[in-house]
């Protein structure tokens, strides 16, 4: 069974290791494989205890965990930009995990607590253009399509990236 709770800068080390197994899954091909085999580990952990460390009120990071092992996890930025609203930083589900619904109840908790904070922001993030699984899931998550621009990629490279927003976080329910 999956359970969900709120992460604790002791989760930093695992949050890392997803994040970096998602990108390492998803963006090959978009990045260079030499970061990805050798840079993406030790470049998210250093990110997570950063992000950890910094005690950002604006920062929600909610877990996904079956059997108290890391499957999916969800970090949220409210008053991330005037426009849009909150930011949508991070959403990743480990591949074996794919069509439980743990991204579901991921992003609906992440709106959720965008709508306990501010009643009136929005939300948005973005893709690579190349995640055509995760654009999908966004797609059917009522986002709608903003943006297209260049992503400046953490390998010295740019890929083309997407930007999906939701207006009215009631389509949430």
Known sequence: MVTYRTAIKEDAKDIALLHAQSWQE???GSWSDHYLDHEVIPERVAEWQKRFESN???QYVMLAL???NLCGFACTYLNYDPEHGALLDNLH???QF???GIGHQLILDAATWVRQKD???GLFLLVLEANQAAIRFYERHN???SEKTMYNNPDGGQSPILKYVWKDLGVFG
């Open 26 to 28: 998803n963006y090959r």
């Open 56 to 58: 950002n009120p604006d």
């Open 66 to 68: 079956e059997e108290g």
């Open 93 to 95: 589900v480990s591949s």
């Open 98 to 100: 794919h069509k439980r």
């Open 119 to 121: 009643p009136n922001s």
């Open 143 to 145: 986002g709608i399509l």
